[in-house]
């Protein structure tokens, strides 16, 4: 069964470094999303992107952070310069055109020092 | 922004007995209506979702909506030890398609 894979799984960073999240999404899907969870608090929505370019994005999603699709297979998410209160698990989704079910990928967890 | 509320619980039942999980939303413009588990450390995972008032049944999931009164369910019957997690209720918009999570019911299964 076709599935949403993300790396790294975990990622140990220090404070101030820029940091790359990686997602294959499900390869027909058309609209990818980037999701986080900090620890003990509820999944929150960071961003959208369709047709190579975000289509929606939330306070969260600030200067800081940024996403890409470089290539036909991978979609990423950048934050420049990190911050303590980065630390969070950061899930990749993806759904396909005709239907509005989101799947998940198994998360990268961040720690930020 | 839309508000998804949801019973923190912890909600504990023993093995075989019925869950009922309750999520309630803002805004009457949701279309769509998810639930989602997750294990701790894990990424949610679709259980099932909900488009139409009424019921939807799939194995011992069955979900329920009613849009009047912004309110979504789910029961599980005959729950399994396995059962045991975090259930996230999940909604979405008519013009996006973000989803807004509640902060879901944690489920304890007893054997």
């Known amino acids: 069964e076709p599935e949403v894979t993300q790396t790294p799984s975990h990622q140990v960073t220090q404070m101030g470094q820029e940091v790359i999240l990686r997602c294959v999404p499900i390869?027909?899907?058309?609209?990818f999303y980037w999701y986080r969870q900090i620890l003990g608090q509820k999944v929150e929505f960071l961003v959208s992107f369709y047709n190579n370019e975000i289509s929606e994005k939330s306070e969260i999603f600030d200067d800081q952070f940024s996403v890409e699709r470089p290539d036909g297979s991978n979609f990423t998410l950048k934050i420049r310069s990190t911050k303590l209160e980065d630390s969070a698990m950061y899930f990749c989704a993806s759904r396909g055109g005709q239907e509005e079910t989101q799947y998940f990928g198994p998360g990268t967890r961040l720690l930020v020092l | 922004q839309k508000e998804v509320e949801q019973n923190s619980g912890p909600l504990s039942v023993p093995e075989g007995a019925i869950a009922s999980l309750n999520c309630t939303y803002s805004d009457r413009g949701s279309q769509s209506f998810f639930w989602y588990r997750q294990y701790s450390g894990k990424s949610p995972e679709l259980i099932m979702f909900i488009y139409s008032n009424g019921d939807k049944e799939d194995g011992r999931f069955t979900a329920q909506l009613n849009k009047a009164s912004q309110y979504v369910s789910l029961l599980i019957r005959d729950s399994q030890p396995s059962d045991s997690a975090t259930y996230l209720c999940?909604?979405?918009?008519?013009?996006?398609?973000?989803?807004?999570f509640g902060a879901g019911t944690t489920v304890t299964v007893r054997a």
């Open positions: 390869s027909n899907h058309l609209y």
């Open positions: 999940a909604v979405n918009g008519e013009d996006d398609y973000k989803l807004s």
